[in-house]
C-alpha cells in the first residue's frame, strides 16, 4: 500500500474556485501553496481603486441568489456572510420605455407558490400572460426532470406557449441575466437547472442578494487571511507557465518565473484558455482537452457612473427590452449617503458593444436615461466603462459536454472553475461548487 500523500496541494488561481478549495482543504487540516498570477487575486470577481471614480469598484456588479448553497457555505467558513444584502422574499422591479413600472413581488408563501402568486399579481401582465406563466409552472417539474443541451431558450419558451410581454418582464432578463447568453442560443438544460434550484425549493432560495462591499473585501482578503492563520502559503504575482507531467501522472509546475514546485496533487482553478496553456507534449491532442478548446466565451460590460440624484428608488432595476439590461444604486446598497450617487448599469453578453468606444457607451447610457426615466434623467458626472471580453463561457445549446469533469486523464490533476461540470452555468456558484467538489475528490 503507498503511503498517504501529506505534501502540501498546489492550486492554481485564487478567483472564488480557487480560494473556495483552498479553504476547504485548509479546514480539513490539508496544506495548501495557492499560486496566482495577478498580484491581487480575485479572477473575474474582484474590485481594485479606480482612479476615474475615485471609488473602490468592482470589475462587474454580481447578483447572488438564496439558492447559492456553496458560496453561502464557503462565506459562512472566512466569516463574511455579513458582506451580502439579501431580500427578504423575491421582488423585482422593472421599467419600460417611457417609466411604466411593472413589479414581481413574491409573498411569503411556500415555493413555489410564492412564484405563481407574484406572476399572477404582476402589475403589467395581461390575463393571456397570467395563463401561460401557470402552464409554464405546472410543466416546470416534467420539464426539470428531462433536461435538453440540445433545445435553445427560445425554443423551449416556445414551446411552452410562453407570450412576448411574460417573455419581456420574466423570461429573456432572467436568461441574460443567469446564463450571460441570449435566449436564441442558450441552453435550456442549463437554464432549468437555474430554475429548478431557484424556485423548486425553497422560497428563500430564489431570493436575490447584492454584496454591500466591494468583492475582494467580501472574500479575497477574507480567505487569504483564513488560509495564511493556518499554515497555508498563498504567493500572488507568481503566474504558473506549465504543469508538469510524467507518463499520466502530474509532477508539479513550472513557474513563469522558471521556478519548478514538485506536486503529485494539484487543482487547477484558472479559466479554459490559461488552462490550455499549461498543458505541453501530447496532452492537447487528447479528446477531453480538445474539447475544453471549443467553449465559447461571452462578454459583459459594466458601466460604472456618478449622478447627482438616482432616476430610480429601489437597490435594482432591469429595463425592459434595454440593452442595458440592470441598473444598481451602489451608494444605496453600501449604505453611504451623501454626495454623488454611484450607479451601475450591466450589460450582459455584450457583443454588440464590447467594441464600442467609452464615449459610444456613454452615449447609449444617456440616451437610455432619457427613454426609461423622461423628466428624471440625472447629470452623469463621472463615468468608467469596464468590459470583460471573456466574462463567462458561452452556454450555447450543446456546448456543455465540452466542459470537464473534475478528474480528468491526467492522474493527480484536479478541474475547478465555473466552467467545469457542476451542472449550473459558469456563476459564482457554480465556480464554489467546483472548487468544493475538488476539495473533496482530493480528500478521498
Ligand atoms: C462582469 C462580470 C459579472 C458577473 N456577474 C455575475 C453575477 O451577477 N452572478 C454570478 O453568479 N456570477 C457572475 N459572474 C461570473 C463569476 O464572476 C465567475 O463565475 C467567477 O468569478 C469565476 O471564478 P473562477 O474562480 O472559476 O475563475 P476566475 O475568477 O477567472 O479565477 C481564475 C484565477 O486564475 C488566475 N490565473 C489565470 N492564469 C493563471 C496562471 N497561468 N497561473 C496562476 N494563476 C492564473 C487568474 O488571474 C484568476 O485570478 C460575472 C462575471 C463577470 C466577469
Same mark, same amino acid.
Given at each position: 500500500?503507498?503511503?498517504? *500523500? ?41 474590485s481594485?481603486?479606480d482612479?476615474a471614480t475615485g471609488r473602490e469598484l468592482d470589475n462587474g456588479q454580481h447578483l447572488l ?18 458582506g451580502i444584502y439579501f431580500q427578504r422574499?423575491l421582488s423585482v422591479h422593472m421599467v419600460?420605455?417611457?417609466g411604466?413600472r411593472m413589479h414581481l413581488d ?67 432578463p432572467?436568461?441574460?441575466g ?29 431570493r436575490l442578494g447584492v454584496p454591500r462591499v466591494p468583492l475582494?473585501?467580501l ?42 514546485? *514538485? ?38 460590460v459594466n458601466l460604472w457612473f456618478t449622478v447627482d440624484r438616482a432616476p430610480f428608488s429601489e437597490p435594482f432595476i432591469g429595463l425592459v427590452?434595454s440593452?442595458l439590461h440592470w441598473m444598481f444604486n451602489r451608494s444605496q446598497i453600501e449604505g453611504s449617503v451623501g454626495g454623488d450617487v454611484l450607479l451601475n448599469c450591466t450589460i450582459s ?13 456613454q452615449?447609449?447610457l444617456r440616451?437610455e436615461l432619457e427613454r426609461y426615466f423622461?423628466g428624471k434623467v440625472p447629470q452623469i458626472r463621472l463615468f468608467r466603462a469596464i468590459?470583460?471580453?471573456?466574462? *463567462? ?28 461540470? *457542476? ?22
Amino acid at each position: 500500500m503507498p503511503e498517504p *500523500t501529506t505534501s502540501p496541494v498546489l492550486i492554481l488561481g485564487a478567483g472564488l474556485a480557487g480560494l473556495s478549495a483552498a479553504v476547504r482543504l485548509a479546514e480539513a487540516g490539508r496544506k495548501v501553496i495557492v499560486l496566482e498570477a495577478t498580484r491581487a487575486g480575485g479572477g473575474r470577481a474582484r474590485s481594485f481603486p479606480d482612479a476615474a471614480t475615485g471609488r473602490e469598484l468592482d470589475n462587474g456588479q454580481h447578483l447572488l441568489m438564496g439558492c447559492y448553497r456553496e458560496t453561502l457555505a464557503f462565506l459562512r467558513t472566512i466569516d463574511s456572510t455579513d458582506g451580502i444584502y439579501f431580500q427578504r422574499n423575491l421582488s423585482v422591479h422593472m421599467v419600460k420605455p417611457g417609466g411604466k413600472r411593472m413589479h414581481l413581488d413574491c409573498p411569503a408563501l411556500p415555493a413555489p407558490l410564492h412564484l405563481a402568486t407574484g406572476l399572477l399579481t404582476m402589475r403589467g401582465l395581461g390575463v393571456l400572460d397570467k395563463a401561460a406563466a401557470v402552464r409554464a409552472g405546472l410543466l416546470l417539474r416534467g420539464e426539470v426532470a428531462r433536461p435538453d443541451d440540445n433545445e435553445t431558450c427560445d425554443s423551449w419558451l416556445r414551446r411552452l406557449g410562453q407570450t412576448p410581454a411574460l417573455r419581456n418582464a420574466f423570461w429573456d432578463p432572467l436568461i441574460w441575466g443567469t446564463l450571460n447568453d441570449d435566449p436564441l442560443v442558450s441552453s435550456a438544460a442549463m437554464f432549468t437547472a437555474v430554475l429548478e434550484r431557484a424556485f423548486l425549493s425553497t422560497r428563500d432560495a430564489s431570493r436575490l442578494g447584492v454584496p454591500r462591499v466591494p468583492l475582494s473585501r467580501l472574500y479575497v482578503d477574507q480567505s487569504l487571511a483564513y488560509l495564511r492563520a493556518r499554515g497555508c502559503e498563498v504567493r500572488l504575482g507568481e503566474p504558473v507557465r506549465a504543469l508538469d507531467t510524467s507518463g499520466s501522472q502530474v509532477q508539479g509546475v513550472t513557474l513563469k518565473s522558471g521556478e519548478q514546485l *514538485t506536486a503529485d496533487t494539484i487543482i487547477s482553478a484558472v479559466p479554459p484558455h490559461a488552462f490550455l496553456e499549461l498543458l505541453s507534449g501530447t496532452w492537447p491532442a487528447h479528446p477531453v482537452y480538445q474539447d475544453i478548446a471549443r467553449l465559447k466565451t461571452s462578454p459583459i460590460v459594466n458601466l460604472w457612473f456618478t449622478v447627482d440624484r438616482a432616476p430610480f428608488s429601489e437597490p435594482f432595476i432591469g429595463l425592459v427590452g434595454s440593452p442595458l439590461h440592470w441598473m444598481f444604486n451602489r451608494s444605496q446598497i453600501e449604505g453611504s449617503v451623501g454626495g454623488d450617487v454611484l450607479l451601475n448599469c450591466t450589460i450582459s453578453s455584450a457583443r454588440a458593444c464590447i467594441d464600442d468606444p467609452s464615449e459610444a457607451l456613454q452615449e447609449l447610457l444617456r440616451g437610455e436615461l432619457e427613454r426609461y426615466f423622461p423628466g428624471k434623467v440625472p447629470q452623469i458626472r463621472l463615468f468608467r466603462a469596464i468590459k470583460e471580453k471573456r466574462a *463567462t463561457i458561452s452556454h450555447a445549446a450543446g456546448s456543455y459536454h465540452c466542459r470537464p469533469e473534475t478528474v480528468g486523464p491526467i492522474r493527480g490533476l484536479y478541474m475547478a472553475g465555473d466552467w467545469v461540470r *457542476t451542472g449550473l452555468p459558469a456563476t459564482i456558484e457554480s465556480a464554489v461548487q467546483s472548487g468544493h467538489d475538488a476539495a473533496k475528490a482530493v480528500l478521498a
